[in-house]
């Protein structure tokens, strides 16, 4: 039975009635429903800011919506179909249904009972919950978890590798093999040398992990779970898309079902970033999947097209970040050739720019495009430029880092992670090994490049071995000491003077004014939430993504205050956020890195066409 | 030479040369160094069973093959392959990057139990809760139930 008062149902309508499901109804000649229901507590309480998800047979997409304050739930017209339905809540045992969908609509109530055992619960936690649930009343311990966050969570979500127990003997096993792998994972040579960073601190880690998640489990009383989402978090609906690997098939075991922990990335790994075009297609940066460059993916019918273009040698070129120009020009890194590469979607054709015979310093691993329409990348201690036009490359060098508080000079070539382009075309290059963001300004007779260094993180834990570390250690964005900030990934605010930089290590978001060059920190909601990029939309709201948080986060810089969208698959362990400005507000886009799919969040706001009642 | 098959050929050396007592010294050190084991054909270690506390629950891992049933339904199997997935690939299975497939780190599993003896059964759970060298013990990692599950999906390799 349809209730119409429930401002879900109403809001669900308006937005039909504005034409922003654009993933589920629109392609059915058979008919939509509706789905919805009720969750309540074995006590009888209604439940809210519990995550529902369904799955019509014969789709490649899973849609999610969470509960209201009355623990009602309802999601927008659905194609009629056999659905699964699954409704989890951390803490709880989920509720699942299958059912025929026709015209008209389902209701399903499901009860949900609490878990009881530690272990159970452990496995459906993200890796921040993870963190938090560690043992640390003590100097020395929090010491210790910082340690884990900044030298593990770099390369994956901590719920990963914490959901298993090993004694001091089997962590230290794995430290030292850790230490010689690759972010891709690929095994080491037998002569590998390990990172210095991970190895100093190997002993003591490993002892505090044979400690805290070795032969005695937690109790449930140590878990420090995330409170369930409330209000305006609960007001979006969340469309995640399969990106199927053309290499393995599409894994149960996909983070969809939480009981079951988080996934391996082996099973996987695909889009590292994403970016929505004026048309709405997605299109999808690969540095993983054989005979993949980039992808697109249509929302309205879950379509993955995968484009390829091959190396001098046959190879794969592979891609990292991705970003569509304003005239619909698709601009990526060729990771072969350290090179810039354009895909015309209008003729299909990929355009490689190999750089003059005597630019060695090749393009890096992140991309914008400014103005003009000329893309820019990180580089060699720097950025670098394409002049599109002419095919000339151009090369600028960060200044000297300064020594003393962290190691510069004598640790070699600094490396560079994120950049952005700002209004007035200036390039923004963070340098999370120095704790340093670079402004450089591209014109003609412009400034040299100049370098906003943050302030020094103050840790009580941290002692005189990790200051001396940071000293002499080279430090980054995937291994640092305890006192890193690692500015990441950032991104400019398209209509303000400003650029917002994810302090990845610092769990912190930085704002940098590009006139006064004035930075202010602010403090995620969520401890070890590792957050690694940004995004601006069109309204100057701020996104967020962590590694390490199975969330998006919102900023709005008017109120200051953050909002965290929590999402429906465990290990989602992404590295990019991006927004579609054709809608307001904006819809949120960002790749699941360990897990191979791709996530949109819309939202559900008042004041739409027919949203005139409320619960 | 190739490096996978100069990995074998260290692996090898190393089963045949290193006495068990070694062997338990230098896991005790926790310091491992080029030592690689690449074969599971010489497995027969002794035949305890494996505890582990998990949470408010107490997890029996039964060590030998005849503690259990060798019945793997399809979902035992799928849920047995997840738990590979997690807790093995990472050193068990190639690593696929773009066109370029690497050997794992540690043997590949395909024929371990395939008519296995329950000897040799025994002997591989065995190996899997007590580690070696070079792989921690997943003995206080997973639940009885888990642990069936785990093992029967190894049985279809």
Known sequence: MFKLESLSLMLAIALLGAGLWTASAAQSGTGTGIIQGNIEAADGTAMEGVLVSARVSGKSFTTSVFTDRQGHYVFPPLDAGQYKLWAQAVGFGAGRAEFALASGGVDRKFTMAPIRNA??????????????????STPADRRMVHVYNNGCTGCHTASFTLQNRWDEVGWGILIDLMSKTGSSGVAPAPDAVGNKMMLAYRDELSRYLGRVRGATELALTDLKLHARPTGEATQVVITEYDLPRPDRPLHFADGSDWSLGTPARYVGRAA?????????????????????????????????TDYVLKDAKGKTISTHSIVVDAVGKVWAENGNDRTFL????????????????????????????????????????????????????????????????????????????????????????????????????????????????LAPLSLPEATEVDYERARTLRGGQNTATPLSKAPRRNAADPNDDVVWNALFHANR?????????????????????????TAVDKNGVVWINGINHDALVKFDPKTERFTEYVLPTRGTEIRHVQVDN?????????????????????????GGPGATASR | ??????????????????????????????????????????????????????????????????????????????????????????????????????????PKLNGVLKDASPARETAVRERIQRGTLRMPGFRYGFTAEQFEELMAYLETL
């Open chain 1, 119 to 136: 272990s159970l619960i452990l496995r459906q936690m993200s890796g921040s919950e993870y963190l938090a649930s560690l043992p640390q």
């Open chain 1, 272 to 304: 590292h970033d994403v970016w929505a075009d004026a048309e709405g297609n997605v299109w999808i940066a690969d540095d993983m999947v054989p005979e993949r460059t980039i992808a697109k993916l249509n929302p309205r019918t879950g379509e993955v």
């Open chain 1, 342 to 453: 354009m895909f015309d979607p209008k003729t299909e054709q990929f355009k490689n720019f190999p750089r003059q015979a005597d630019m060695k310093q090749g393009v890096g691993g992140t991309v914008d495009v400014d103005s003009k329409g000329n893309p820019w990348a990180t580089s060699d201690n720097g950025a670098i430029k394409l002049d599109a036009a002419t095919g000339q490359y151009i090369h600028y060098e960060a200044p000297p880092a300064e020594g003393g508080r962290l190691c510069a000079e004598e640790c070699g070539n600094w490396s560079t992670y994120g950049i952005s382009i700002d209004r007035d075309d200036n390039a923004w290059v963070t340098q999370p090994g120095l704790d340093r963001i670079v402004k450089v300004d591209a014109r003609d007779d412009g400034d040299d490049p100049i370098a906003v260094v």
């Open chain 1, 509 to 533: 978001l930085a704002r940098v004014d590009t006139k006064t060059l004035q930075v202010k920190e602010y403090a995620l909601p969520t401890p070890y939430t590792m957050p690694y990029a």
């Open chain 1, 582 to 606: 054709r809608t307001d507000p904006p819809e949120v886009w960002a790749p699941y890195n360990r897990m191979n799919k791709v996530v949109r969040l819309q939202f559900r706001t008042t």
């Open chain 2, 1 to 106: 030479m190739s490096v996978k098959s100069h990995w074998m050929l260290v692996g090898t050396c190393v089963l045949l040369l290193l006495p068990v007592a070694a062997s338990a010294q230098m896991r005790a050190s926790g310091r491992i160094a080029g030592v690689v084991e690449d074969t599971w054909v010489a497995m027969l270690p002794d035949v305890t069973s494996g505890v582990a506390d998990a949470g408010d629950t107490l997890f029996v891992i039964p060590t030998q093959a005849s503690q259990v049933s060798q019945v793997g339904t399809v979902e035992t199997v799928a849920r047995g392959e997840a738990w590979f997935y997690q807790r093995c690939a990472l050193c068990h299975l190639d690593r696929i990057v773009k066109d370029d497939t690497t050997a794992p780190v540690g």
